[in-house]
């Protein structure tokens, strides 16, 4: 067996000199607790760069979309449409709030919410008489979803849309940010993502009484006073101004870091460029290029996704199936979903692969090489 030093991460955080002048700034600032004007700037910059009037710092992904659903009055008895190829923060966000996700399946060829599906889901939910109070897209990994075609379907149903992108920051399509879409949108800055801020979200909106209600509730609710007065259950939900001067800085790399993922990328599609079977999942050229993913047809290829994933594993890279669809998960059992079979399909043929760009050279050609080993072996 062949063994490493260490193993190469799927997406490991990219920090280095500038980070720790802006923390150590911060620190030695004073403004430690969650409020200051790293956390101020950092919210007007990232509003700036998405391109939407209010930005509201938080500690997760998560944390901003059960915000954005608080916004938008979802609550018992409402009906949100979720897709079913996602991470399950995006279902557990509508669980929060009292409502009840019903998912819809994702498009093939990109893992993005089925617009056809939607509509027709939404056509029957509403002959049902439902309550649905929001349909969220989830741009999976670090591609927009196609809000040309989801934003007029939902308009036609009066349903808002709340953008999940988490994983999308610095993506775009047609020439607009991710994050910009619908009547909210949610950003993730977890270890893993694009950019970090250790942990962290952030919720966005152009919409003004989405904010004034947003920004109370994420500090516990607590009203403008000189004592502790609460008339709304809040949370705790703010990010530190440290942790906000570590994503300030994140962001003035932003670009660099997405042309770096860009470039594995392409790195991955020739070196499966010719191989029967393998296709890389959706051909955006906007993408951020979160994690770049391949689909795997064993009947063409001769093996399985599950079978690099082995080979890669036992020599110290680390890879992850696509996300099991929300419908299968057990604490899902149950639920409604309008299914095509597409995101069983990319669960059990999907693959995704190391694409940080915190990835040195000798990393990606050995992940390279190990890659050319393993297709060697199956001709």
């Not at 953008?163 to 991710?178: K, M, N």
């Not at 093996?303 to 419908?327: I, N, Q, Y």
């Amino acid at each position: 067996m062949i063994t490493r030093s260490r193993t190469i991460p799927l997406s490991a955080p990219d920090v280095g000199r500038l980070e720790q002048e802006y923390v150590l700034a911060a620190l030695r600032s004073g403004w430690v607790a969650p409020t200051g004007p790293d956390l101020d700037l950092f919210e007007r910059e990232v509003a700036d760069r998405v391109g939407v009037p209010h930005a509201v710092a938080v500690n997760s992904g998560t944390a901003a979309l059960h915000l954005a659903l608080l916004g938008i009055g979802a609550g018992p008895g409402d009906v949100v449409v979720v897709p079913t190829l996602t991470f399950v923060a995006s279902a557990n966000a509508v669980v929060y709030t009292g409502a009840t996700p019903v998912f819809v399946d994702c498009d093939a060829a990109t893992g993005n919410l089925d617009v056809d599906l939607l509509s027709g889901l939404l056509a029957e939910l509403d002959g049902e008489g439902a309550s649905v109070r929001a349909v969220m897209a989830v741009d999976v990994y670090g591609s927009c979803a196609d809000y040309d075609r989801i934003l007029p379907c939902c308009d036609r149903w009066g349903v808002p849309v709340v953008e999940d992108a988490a994983e999308a920051l610095g993506a775009r399509h047609h020439g607009r940010a991710a994050g910009s879409f619908g009547k909210a949108a949610a950003l993730s800055f977890n270890g893993n993502k694009i950019m970090t801020t250790s942990g962290g979200g952030m919720l966005l909106t152009a919409d003004d009484d989405l904010v004034h209600r947003a920004r109370p509730l994420a500090s516990q609710a607590r009203l403008p006073v000189e004592h502790y007065e609460h008339a709304d259950v809040g949370y705790n939900y703010r990010l530190s101004n440290v942790l906000a001067a570590l994503g300030r800085a994140q962001l003035c790399r932003l670009d660099g870091m997405i042309e770096r993922r860009r470039a594995v990328r392409e790195r991955y599609a020739k070196a499966f460029a010719g191989v029967d079977g393998v296709r890389l999942l959706g051909e955006d050229p906007a993408a951020n290029c979160w994690l770049t993913t391949i689909v795997v047809d064993p009947e063409r290829s001769g093996w399985r996704a599950r079978d690099l994933a082995v080979h890669l594993a036992v020599r110290g890279v680390e890879t992850r199936p696509v996300f099991k669809p929300m419908h299968l998960q057990p604490v899902f059992a149950g639920a409604r979903a309008a299914l095509n079979g597409a995101a069983e399909r990319l669960f059990h043929n999907g693959l995704t692969l190391p694409s940080g760009s915190a990835l040195e050279e000798n990393e990606i050609r050995t992940v390279l090489h190990d890659i050319t080993e393993f297709l060697d072996g199956r001709r």
